[in-house]
């Protein structure tokens, strides 16, 4: 069974950083193309960051660039998501998501709060 757990989300304030992590249990985590996505309250979830299952491709919202890193340890079967100069529309749940060709999963988010 494909298990998605995030962990690392909580309140900070503008300018602070954040680590979220994404442990993956019951598939070839090594296989999956993995990414972090995200939704505000009355917004459309939306990509966050991606990376490739080797991790040779990342890709990023215009919106993190320069400022959230996303990385991956397919020893540990973890995702992470360095987040950086965090501004208060960052907040957001914030998902992990593992794809592989036509299949994909979906964590149960973390929530992460940007405020003053």
């Known amino acids: 069974q494909v298990r998605l757990v995030e962990s690392g989300g909580g309140l900070v304030q503008p300018g602070e950083s954040l680590k979220l992590s994404c442990a993956g249990s019951?598939?070839?985590?090594?296989?999956?193309?993995m990414s972090w996505y995200r939704q505000a309250p009355g917004k459309e979830r939306e990509l966050v960051a991606g990376i490739t299952s080797t991790g040779g491709r990342r890709n990023y919202a215009d919106s993190v660039k320069g400022r959230f890193t996303i990385s991956r340890d397919n020893a540990k079967n973890t995702v992470y998501l360095q987040m950086n100069s965090l501004k208060p529309d960052d907040t957001a749940v914030y998902y992990c998501n593992a794809k592989y060709v036509y299949y994909a999963a979906w964590g149960q988010g973390t929530q992460v709060t940007v405020s003053s």
């Open positions: 019951g598939f070839t985590f090594s296989a999956y193309d």
